[in-house]
Each structure stands twice: as structure tokens, then as C-alpha cells.
């Protein structure tokens, strides 16, 4: 592989559509990118033809991407370190990883979004216990993310979180360009929770869209969806005004509208109908909430956390729910009033989002000269 001796290196593990449209944005900002792909079909396609159509078809790929399915080269001279594996798969791909940066201090960023089904840990504490790294040392990255559109460049904007604001800064800088602006904040919690528990709602949504009930149930199940994730991150550590923001509100509505989104469509094929099984077997990526579903339940009931919808789209992956009969917007303990606000005592939305918005359209003003604060 030739690279360009000016540019900063950086490494991309996974190349499947995500991981590939990743590398693609730190190609087009500025750095010269190696894809790690399992399969040397795959990287010999993406060197010889710019190309991975099987995960981004029609997508042509910058000349300062390159790939190899040797780990060791991949991660030669590597100035960061992204990660686009599947979350279930993560562990063990690590053990793998681990020897080629033991004696390295580079930033290590995370682009899953997802639970480990056997801990109930999140993706970047995996990645702290199998490198055997400071946490300052990690990243994560979330936001709205829908592969195709990004590597479409259509605009969109993401967050950077790490518990290091330093860290977070320099992953920023190096992940944006013109069409991916960069957010950061140092609340991994509460970033990487959100990324995880949009995934639910948007198979709560899949489900009654493949049903055929319109508008007015699937706002009701993203609202109070919205209401679901953030007790639920709040009573695990995060901040609220996270779930406000692009980790939490902004994905939650790019997962649950866009027929891109793998959540959402395997949401829609349970409720056409499909078994569990049927639908794994039809989804040729991995759609990270159909795993993540018992993990968070489980988190949620130490938590003393009640999440109906979540509750919901476990039965019928169970097989034990109708999907016709999925309302868990609808779902109480008795008949008497409900209030709309969190268990957390803020209110749904309101104050936060707006503040939220209004510092996003500020930074964009600004020319993104820094990365601002999500």
C-alpha cells in the first residue's frame, strides 16, 4: 500500500458500511486512511476499484483510503484508532488488537452502538478492559449516522465524547470535514446510551410500521421513547441534557424515520410478520438492537427503571406479543393521570432541546473553527 508520507495516519477497523463510510469522512478531512476489512476480497476492492459495493453501493471512495486484511498492517503507524465491529464480536476481535498497541498512547475511538449481551457493559468499557487502557485514552462517536447518506455527503453533524476533553478535541478536529461537523462533549454515558437505546425504539417503530399504523402511533412512541432513554441514562450515570442532544434526540429521529436505518428494518419485517430467526436471516448487516434489548432490561431492572416499549418489543422478539397488539406508549400501572415528565423531574423536551439547537445553529455560524460543546 503507497500512502502519502504528509498525511496523519489513522486506522479503521471493520469495514462494513459504517466503518467504511468513517474512514471515508477522515479521508475527505485530511488523513490518509487504512480499512482493516475480515475478508481480502474486500480490501483488494477497495484498493484496486475505490469501492465497497456490497455494503455502499454507487459510492465511489477517496484515493486516500486504502485497505488490508493484515491487522498488524492495518495498525502500522496508526495516529488513531477507530473501531467499527459488532458489538457481540467486539471482545474477541480485541484480544487480537491488543499486542499491536500495547505500547502505543493513542486515542482508540469507538463507532458502535451497542451493549455486550453477556455484561451488560458498554463499548468503551470492553475496550478499556481487553486493551488494558486509560479511559482518557478513548473516544466514542454518535449522533445520526446513517451510513449511506453520509457517504452520499449529504450534511449532518455527529458528537465526539471521551472522558478527556483533549482526547475529545483531537478526535474531533481529525473527524470533520465539509459535510461532517463535529460536536464533543465528555459525558461517554450518556453518549453511548443513547446511541444504544434509539436503536430500541426505532424496532418499536419498525414493528408498527410493518403492522401499518401511521403517524400519530409512531410519534407517540418516540416521545415518550425519548422520555424511556433518558431515565434510563440518567439512572446509569449520564447527564440529561445528552439525551437532549445529538447522541440521543438528534439519532433517535434519523434511526426511527429513515428506511436505512437496519433497526428499523427489522422492526418492519417483525411486524409483517417474520419470526426472530426469519429476520436475522434476511438482514444482510447487523442490526445492533435485537441484541442489545435483554442487556438493557436487565440494566434497567437494577436500576429500578421501567421501560414499556422496550418491554414490548422483547415479547414479540420473544414470540409471546402479537405485533398488532404493540401500544406500549399506552402501557401504565393503573387507569389514574400520568405526567409527562421524566422520572428525573425535567420535562420531555421543552428548555433543553431548544438550548441544544440554538448552540448548534450558533457553531455552525461559526465556521466550526473549534469543536463546539454538544
Same mark, same amino acid.
Given at each position: ?39 481480502? /476480497?474486500?480490501?483488494? /476492492? ?75 457493559? *458498554? ?14 485514552? =478513548? ?6 449516522? $446513517? ?11 455527529? @458528537? ?23 460536536? #464533543? ?10 446511541? #444504544?437505546?434509539?436503536?430500541? =425504539? ?5 414493528? @408498527? ?11 407517540? =412512541? =418516540? ?29 433517535? %429521529? ?5 428506511? $436505512?436505518? *437496519? ?6 419485517? $417483525? ?37 414499556? %416499549?422496550? /418491554? ?40 433543553? $432541546? ?21
Amino acid at each position: 500500500m503507497s500512502r502519502r508520507q504528509d498525511l496523519p495516519r489513522v486506522t479503521v477497523i471493520g469495514a462494513g458500511s459504517w466503518g467504511t463510510t468513517f474512514g471515508k469522512i477522515l479521508a475527505d478531512g485530511g488523513a490518509h486512511v487504512t480499512m482493516w476489512a475480515r475478508r481480502p /476480497e474486500l480490501a483488494n /476492492e477497495i484498493n484496486e476499484a475505490k469501492r465497497n459495493s456490497e455494503y455502499l453501493p454507487g459510492i465511489n471512495l477517496p484515493r486516500e483510503m486504502a485497505a488490508t486484511h493484515h491487522l498488524s498492517e492495518a495498525l502500522d503507524g496508526a495516529e488513531q484508532v477507530y473501531l467499527s465491529i459488532p458489538s457481540q464480536a467486539l471482545r474477541q476481535n480485541l484480544k487480537a488488537v491488543r499486542p499491536l498497541v500495547a505500547r502505543s498512547d493513542v486515542p482508540i475511538v469507538s463507532l458502535m452502538k451497542g451493549v455486550e449481551r453477556r455484561t451488560g457493559l *458498554r463499548m468503551s468499557q470492553v475496550i478499556e478492559q481487553e486493551l488494558h487502557c486509560e479511559p482518557s485514552r =478513548i473516544a466514542v462517536a454518535s449522533g445520526p449516522n $446513517l451510513a449511506l447518506e453520509i457517504a452520499r455527503e449529504q450534511p449532518t453533524a455527529a @458528537v465526539i465524547s471521551s472522558t478527556s476533553q483533549e482526547t475529545a478535541d483531537a478526535v474531533a478536529r481529525r473527524a470533520r470535514n465539509r459535510y461532517f461537523r463535529t460536536f #464533543v462533549n465528555t459525558d461517554v454515558i450518556g453518549t453511548e446510551f443513547g446511541g #444504544v437505546l434509539k436503536n430500541l =425504539i426505532a424496532v418499536a417503530i419498525g414493528i @408498527v410500521d410493518g403492522v401499518g399504523y401511521g403517524e400519530n402511533t409512531k410519534a407517540s =412512541i =418516540i416521545t415518550r421513547g425519548l422520555v424511556e432513554m433518558t431515565d434510563f441514562a440518567v439512572a446509569r450515570g449520564a447527564q440529561h441534557e445528552t439525551l437532549q442532544g445529538l447522541a440521543g434526540l438528534g439519532d433517535l %429521529i434519523a434511526t426511527c424515520q429513515s428506511p $436505512l436505518s *437496519r433497526n428499523n428494518t427489522a422492526g418492519r419485517l $417483525l411486524g409483517q410478520g417474520y419470526s426472530f430467526q426469519d429476520v436475522i436471516k434476511q438482514m444482510n448487516q447487523t442490526a445492533e438492537g435485537l441484541a442489545s434489548v435483554a442487556p438493557v432490561l436487565q440494566l434497567a431492572k437494577e436500576a429500578g427503571i421501567e421501560m414499556p %416499549i422496550v /418491554e414490548q418489543v422483547k415479547r414479540v422478539l420473544d414470540g409471546t406479543m402479537n405485533p398488532r397488539d404493540i401500544a406500549p406508549h399506552l402501557t401504565t400501572d393503573d387507569d389514574s393521570p400520568k405526567g409527562e415528565r421524566t422520572h428525573n423531574g425535567q420535562a420531555g423536551g421543552g428548555g433543553a $432541546l431548544w438550548r441544544s439547537l440554538q448552540r448548534t445553529l450558533d457553531q455552525f455560524r461559526d465556521g466550526g473553527r473549534r469543536p463546539p460543546r454538544d
